[in-house]
């Protein structure tokens, strides 16, 4: 996939956020027993330094965007990188686990810019037809990420000491925060960024508590159950405090959430869809391993083995679309990917009981597949809805919606997983069976955007 040489260090810098963002999600979940018996602390503990960073992540999403548009997205963005680069030398340096978290709730607001911003980035300073290739490495990246961060993890870990695993980060960071001071042409802003009025901070304090109190709860909700008196509570106020930041926004002058986006009705049902296929994304990743263990007998390493196989082929798929994004229309891609997507959980559904493991592979392939050309042409179309005054609020929303539909398709496929072992049948079954009408909706308001027309 050829570039152009100008636009290498925005290419590499935001497929670099993508990468250490996702990686830092996955590699520290094989060091946590290490980390637990470093510290001698319990694993309820030792759970805080995973859940610190995720809540700080999708906190923040909407916060960043829209920072972002005021401040300049450049500026943020080399932000982002010294604050993940400074807080991962923190987490290697921890001496107890109340220091780690601490570093670790650090470490997540700088990847909350990192995470907002490079979908805000390639949509305004890419041109329109190099955009899909932007996207598309991106997405490879990320795929890069979530691929090599287990295994990475235990190599470390195993060889040295978990301390490691956040060291890694500090030399990345620096290489990429030099690249982008250097002088270029291709992150020169070109707009003024907006003066008038202050910065929404009651809007950022109210969407801040709302998200996170309502990211915790579908964290927590099956550990501790809808009517425990403590999650109700929690979910009664995250509700509040969700319908106080809508009403803001509706009476604000310079609102964080700019609510009039939603009369856009491509970019509502986008986000709809990007919704559905996180959810999907999310869910098939937490009951996956359960099959594969509990059906098909797989040790811990061959279902990694199959992991690093989805991941190959989503990494795949994403220098593909690359190829064709300039080509095709993003709406008729991800369409063409819900189907895709559909089709694969039937695939799986009719071999569920299956002793040939091939189609599992086969599974994995059209998974990696289906996701990978979803994702990155759904990016795509998001962002022509976009303003160039606004694509940073518009990248951190559009963000916040993948992530929440990840945590929602946990919940969900937990519960219908739960669910139909106690009625006696197969949990898998019917839970897949939800899968294929959550894809056959993501196609529907898939195909519902295929109208659209740039002016």
Known sequence: MKIDKKYLPLIISTAAASFMVNLDTYIINVSVPAIATDFGVSKADVSWVIMAYNLMVVSLLLICGKL???IGLKKLFVGGFVLFTVSSLSCALSKNILELTSARVVQGIGASILYALP????????????????FALSASAAALGIMLGSPLSGLITGLSS??????????VGIVIVDLLLRDSDVFVENYQPEKNGNFDIKGSVLSFFAILGLTFWLNRLNTFGFINPLMLSLLIVSVCLTGWFIFHCVKAENPLVELSLFKNKYFSDANIAMFLISAFLAGN??????YLTEIKHFSEFQIGLYFIIYSASYMFFSLCYGKISSEVSPSKVSTAAGISATLSVIFFVLNIFQTNNIFVILYFILLGMSFSFFITSNNNFVMLQAR????????GLHRMTGRFGMLFGVVIFEFLF???????????????????LICMLTTIFSAKCISFKKN
């Open 388 to 395: 160039k005054e606004n694509a940073g609020a518009v990248a």
């Open 162 to 171: 978990w301390h490691w695993i956040f060291l890694i980060n500090v030399p």
């Open 68 to 70: 972002a548009d005021r």
């Open 285 to 290: 990743n937490f009951i996956m391993p359960f």
């Open 119 to 134: 979908q805000a980035i390639i949509g305004k300073f890419l041109p329109e037809e190099k955009r899909g290739k932007g």
């Open 418 to 436: 739960t669910f139909a072992d106690k009625i006696s049948l197969n949990g898998y079954v019917i839970t897949y069976f939800a899968a294929i």
